[in-house]
């Protein structure tokens, strides 16, 4: 079996690092990316099976980004968990609109965050996807209570 491809888009050295210690210790094979733009063009190549994007990076912020990512056919079906350290605010609504599967606060725990991805990550190989039910979805990020939050507070 092939280990799953995590692309990590983070702007910060130390923090893209630890990540991607992280997830190779955790068995994920990782790509890093410190642009949005370099982001775009990775995703289109590699066909990652997720996308770990910081919203606010150089060039473009994640939001855009992921915008950009849902709305090209060759990339639309990865799923995009946008990390941030605003707590609430329009970026992280545009990030919600453009189709962000989830909305991870920073300091992030790592559990959590990898917990997130193998849900997103199984959603997703399975044969409807992650598409289903985007309002529903959207409502509840607004309340603070999506998947991530939820497990959160459970571990």
Do not use: W
């Not at 770990?52 to 990339?75: H, N, V, W, Y």
């Not at 997130?116 to 209570?145: F, H, V, W």
């Amino acid at each position: 079996m092939s280990k799953h491809k995590i692309l990590i888009v983070e702007d910060d050295f130390d923090c893209r690092e630890l990540f991607k210690f992280y997830f190779r210790q955790s068995g994920y094979e990782t790509i890093e990316a410190a642009t949005g733009l370099e982001a775009i063009s990775l995703a289109r190549v590699i066909h990652p099976d997720l996308i770990l994007m910081d919203l606010g990076i150089p060039s473009m912020t994640g939001d855009e980004a992921t915008a950009r990512l849902k709305a090209d056919p060759s990339t639309r079906d990865i799923p995009v968990i946008v990390t941030t350290a605003f707590s609430y605010g329009p970026l992280i609504e545009l990030a919600i609109s453009a189709g962000a599967e989830e909305i991870m606060h920073k300091p992030l725990e790592l559990k959590t965050l990898r917990l997130a991805m193998q849900r997103l990550i199984s959603l997703n190989s399975q044969p409807d996807g992650i598409s289903n039910g985007k309002k529903t979805k959207e409502e509840t990020y607004r309340l603070g209570l999506g998947p991530a939050a939820r497990l959160s507070k459970e571990a």
